[in-house]
Antibody
Framework: EMQLVESGGGLVPPGRSLRLSCVASGFTFDDYAVHWVRRAPGKGLEWVSGISWNSGDIRYADSVKGRFTISRDNAQNSLFLQMNSLRAEDTALYYC??????????????????WGQGALVTVSS | DIVMTQSPDSLAVSLGERATINCKSSQSVLYSSNNKNYLTWYQQKPGQPPKLLIYWTSTRESGVPDRFNGSGSGTDFSLTISSLQAEDVAVYYCQQYSTNPPRYTFGQGTKLEIK
């Protein structure tokens, strides 16, 4: 069974850092691109960042560019999100999600087919 | 930046009736090199992560009931549930994908309830 399990969420004051992790199982992790998507309280889904199968292509939403860093360790079937200079508006449930494709710029994009349960990040003093 | 606008924001439909959710993109989501519209639909039930329902506008994900149908082209798309079931109560999101640079933009969501 395919699984994605996030960890590392918590309550942090504005300006501080947090690192999210996501461990994958049940599929060949290094065959696929993976992403972080968040849902703020009372809001809709927002794509945050994505990374291709071999880390050769990395993209960020404008709202987090320069503050967040995505990375992956295929040997450990793991995805990470380093979040620096956190703001109140970063408060959200952060989901790790698997792409159907290996690449971020591929013509085969067919959506995000597996999702974790999410890690809650609260930025507040 | 592409903006995805869903309508309505919320919808109440009787069991067994048809439900239609619309999604409009501020730019075409047609990828000319392969004539695919990169429009995806997700379902999110309370307390659960989103679930992929439909991709490439109208291709149902494996295991998704055939009462869920997607249609449209260019900038205007729809998700139709032909006969609403109680388990379909959820928030539905459309999402577009653009290739250069890669961007994944969601609509604001449509909350579907039973009348």
């Amino acid at each position: 069974e395919m699984q994605l399990v996030e960890s590392g969420g918590g309550l942090v004051p504005p300006g501080r850092s947090l690192r999210l992790s996501c461990v994958a199982s049940g599929f060949t992790f290094d065959d696929y691109a993976v992403h972080w998507v968040r849902r703020a309280p009372g809001k809709g889904l927002e794509w945050v960042s994505g990374i291709s199968w071999n880390s050769g292509d990395i993209r960020y939403a404008d709202s987090v560019k320069g503050r967040f860093t995505i990375s992956r360790d295929n040997a450990q079937n793991s995805l990470f999100l380093q979040m620096n200079s956190l703001r109140a508006e970063d408060t959200a449930l952060y989901y790790c999600t698997k792409d159907k494709d290996s690449f971020l710029s591929g013509a085969s994009y067919g959506g995000f087919d597996y999702w974790g349960q999410g890690a809650l990040v609260t930025v507040s003093s | 930046d592409i903006v995805m606008t869903q309508s309505p924001d919320s919808l109440a439909v009787s069991l067994g009736e048809r439900a239609t959710i619309n999604c409009k993109s501020s730019q075409s989501v047609l990828y000319s090199s392969n004539n695919k519209n990169y429009l995806t639909w997700y379902q999110q039930k309370p307390g659960q992560p989103p679930k992929l329902l439909i991709y490439w506008t109208s291709t149902r994900e494996s295991g998704v009931p055939d009462r869920f149908n997607g249609s449209g082209s260019g900038t205007d798309f729809s998700l139709t549930i032909s006969s609403l079931q109680a388990e379909d109560v959820a928030v539905y999101y459309c999402q577009q994908y653009s290739t250069n640079p890669p961007r994944y933009t969601f609509g604001q969501g449509t909350k579907l309830e039973i009348k």
